[in-house]
């Protein structure tokens, strides 16, 4: 996004082997572009005004539940770290053979 308002602010003529497009299609070719980048913009102000005018929270504005890690996060039960490993420098793959 920050790469096409860049090339929009210092825009140089399109053109393809010498020949020149007019104005009104390089116009027309960054509109296209950046019609993309306008659309979430303007969806996502859309969605923060409706939820602050509803009273709601706009949960992607903020951590919500879906940001924030549980206890039901850690390590499985079946994990097999009962053990101290760390005076070991590293581990044998019998896999892994040349």
């Known amino acids: 996004m920050l790469q096409n308002l860049y090339n929009f602010v210092s825009i140089l003529a399109d053109s393809f082997q010498g020949y ?3 104005p009104a ?3 027309m070719g960054w509109g296209l572009e950046l019609v993309s980048i306008a ?3 303007v969806v996502s102000v859309i969605t923060i005004i409706q939820n602050t005018l509803r009273g709601e929270d706009s949960s992607f504005v903020k951590p919500g539940p ?5 206890e039901s996060w850690g390590p499985r ?5 009962k053990e101290d490993n760390s005076s070991e420098m590293g581990v044998d793959n019998e ?3 040349l």
Do not use: A, G
């Not at 879906?66 to 549980?70: A, C, D, G, L, Y």
């Not at 039960?77 to 770290?81: K, M």
């Open 25 to 27: 299609v390089q116009f």
């Open 39 to 41: 659309i979430v913009v």
């Open 77 to 81: 039960d079946d994990r097999d770290d």
């Open 95 to 97: 896999n892994f053979k």
């Open 20 to 22: 020149e497009y007019p």
């Open 66 to 70: 879906m940001m924030t890690p549980k």
